[in-house]
């Protein structure tokens, strides 16, 4: 159990991360990554919104298999995600409002945020039980969070940088991402067990 | 709002990948064979269009508060429909495009349009709003597609093309071999990978960019010689 855990938690996190190598929440990576902080906050609530849907999610699926209804899975899912993440932020308002207020309007962008519904299919996918569908969820998001604050930090840096002016903004990021993608390559040969 | 204009825009002026930004994901992710490119690209078209008919079809009934949340469901409806067509008649692609087909559901292309055109426009324009801006996708796709694979492993359209006994042959279930241009070992392996996902994209968005600032120069500087022109009329004149 322990090694099934350490193997998904160190591929999600490194090996096949969910941006560098998945492509999964590039919309989020590429959109909220001009300062530090708000890439943190967006890689924090990722990380809860994965974990938790991931949970919640799976008995849902294994409700719909059991009725033979398989083929809504996509419908009963993006739906159980949409009303989460309003749940999430109408609980946050309530009790922790100072994280509410720091996370902004990147909380109800979560929906449409293609990491959420792809680990929830992924979890579906490889077949994982209970406890390895909320681990993938998590360590999933811990993912995304380093490597939208890796990116953050390389694009702090990027207005001190000479590049053409035609790779003004968008193309220069993710020519940057790109070369982070490459340096999490390294961690594809590693195996573990 | 006329055709033309909304072919142009869906190509070029208003392409959802070059110059709104959205739909970035699937559009790095699956590019690395031309018979992904074009499946994935014409899936979206047929989604696109029947999700922006239906919502359009709905723009008055649906209450403006939840509009976001019945958006989703339609999507989802549409996308599961072409993902069990997709499961029985082209299984290869299905195979090969995976999770990234039920992932159009959360494609910003189809929700922003619907956001942006749909909720506002009739059925006529939103239907060929949705073609056109599929079709602008659908081109993105391909060049991607053209360039990582050509680049990355020295084939043109592999899945669709392939040459046997000297002749082309077209299928369409995703098992030709590809029409070899140079020895694989020449090509950029990769360009087949996330990187070059990256990179091409970057590239096409430079290009883009670049098309653009240079057009708008050349306007600036025809304005410019018209005003002068004008200016020395004027100096005749008096």
Known sequence: ?193 | MNLKQQFKEGLITNNPVLVQRIGMCSTMAITTSLFNGIGMGLSVLIILTCCNVAISALRKAIPNDIRLAIFVVVIAGFVTIVDLLLQAFIPALSASLGVFIPLIVVNCIIIGRAEAFCQHEPIGPSFFDGIFQGFGYTVVLVLMCLIRELLGSGTFGTGIFEIVDGALRVSFDGSAAGIRIFPEQFGATILIMPFGGFLTLASLLAAMQYALRKSAEKKEAAERAAKVEVVKEAANNA
């Not at chain 1, 193997?7 to 969910?18: K, M, P, W």
């Not at chain 1, 609530?45 to 083929?71: D, K, P, W």
């Not at chain 1, 293609?114 to 993938?136: D, P, R, W």
């Open chain 1, 1 to 193: 159990m322990l090694e099934s855990v350490l193997t998904i938690s160190l591929g999600a996190i490194l090996i096949n991360n969910f941006i560098f190598s998945q492509f999964l929440g590039c919309c989020p990576f590429l959109g909220c990554s001009t300062k530090i902080d708000t890439a943190v906050g967006m890689g924090i609530a990722v990380t809860f919104v994965m974990g938790l849907s991931s949970a919640i999610c799976y008995v849902v699926n294994e409700l719909l298999v059991s009725l033979e209804l398989g083929y809504m899975s996509t419908l009963a899912f993006i739906l159980v995600i949409a009303v989460l993440v309003q749940f999430v932020e109408m609980f946050l308002k309530k009790s922790i409002p100072s994280l509410y207020t720091a996370l902004g309007i990147y909380l109800p962008l979560i929906t449409t945020n293609c990491a959420v519904l792809g680990v929830v299919l992924l979890n579906v996918q490889n077949n994982y039980n209970f406890i390895e569908s909320v681990v993938y969820g998590v360590t999933g998001g811990l993912g995304f969070m380093v490597a939208i604050v890796l990116f953050a930090s390389v694009r702090d840096r990027l207005q001190f940088a000479d590049y053409p002016e035609s790779f003004e903004g968008f193309p220069i990021a993710l020519v940057t991402a790109g070369l982070l993608a490459l340096a999490f390559m390294g961690f594809s040969g590693m195996q573990i067990g």
